[in-house]
């Protein structure tokens, strides 16, 4: 009876969507294969056409499936590797410098998502979802604040995890590999609370990655980053 309920609960363009991701995790369907039509999924589903495109079309935006002018829709190539910048567990950046990495968790919880968080990812507002914010020192000194949020149907076992021992990108990218990601970088004046894990002036310029990642489409995680501006800096390449 829960399951039911859980189920009834989900809108009907993510259970054509979940749908449509199965059949591709299944292996049934694999790069390059036509789906069926919209029309075809509206009669299997009994919906409307508003409702199939929505789905196909939020698959298509995140680089499931790809659509041909005249010729139907496919499964997209698989481009999971392919992102601009490569997105690297920071314990792994750290011991490649030669350099000691430690996390400290500072809070790990779940509390319900407000509306601009629910907006992020595509949720309800109120919605629960797992929230952590750890510190990572390098040999000792703070060199990143993480705020990240997570969407439990991603990562289940995410509260349950050591911190301290593995980091929060770790264990996302076993439980939710990797589809697609967008960010942005800017500059701005730490407060207080951020200051003072980074254990710099409240007001210090510092490095804000902000990232979205999505995962069997999914909204897997909403992070923000923060770095000292005078200790880090960002690279990357492209080709």
């Known amino acids: 009876m829960d399951e039911q309920i859980a189920q009834d609960s989900t809108p009907i363009f993510q259970r054509i969507k979940d749908f449509l991701l199965g059949e591709i995790a299944s292996g049934r369907w694999k790069e390059g294969d036509l789906v069926p039509s ?12 508003m409702t199939v495109n929505r789905a196909v079309r939020e698959l298509t935006a995140e680089q499931v499936l790809t659509r041909r002018q005249g010729s139907g829709t496919y ?7 392919a992102t601009l910048v490569e997105i690297r567990n920071i314990a792994d950046e750290v011991h490649a410098r030669g350099h000691v990495h430690a996390s400290r968790p500072r809070l790990l919880e779940q509390s319900p998502a407000g509306e601009a968080l629910a907006r992020q990812f595509d949720l309800a507002p109120g919605t629960t979802l797992f929230h952590s914010l750890i510190v990572h020192d390098e040999n000792g000194q703070p060199i990143q604040v993480e705020d990240r949020w997570v969407n439990p149907e991603c990562a289940p076992a995410y509260l349950d995890q050591d911190f301290a021992r593995i980091t ?13 990601a967008t960010y942005s970088i800017e500059a701005l004046p730490a407060p207080r609370d951020v200051a003072e894990m980074l254990d710099v002036a409240p007001g210090t310029s510092c490095l804000v990655l902000k990232r979205r990642t999505t995962s069997n489409g999914r909204v897997a ?17 492209v080709g």
């Open 75 to 81: 499964v997209a190539p698989q481009k999971y590797q």
């Open 221 to 237: 995680s909403v992070v923000t980053m923060w770095h000292p501006g005078h200790l880090y800096k960002f690279t990357g390449s």
């Open 168 to 180: 929060p990108n770790e264990h996302l990218m076993e439980a939710a590999p990797l589809q697609g």
């Open 38 to 49: 919209e029309q075809a999924l509206v009669r299997q589903f009994g919906v409307s056409r």
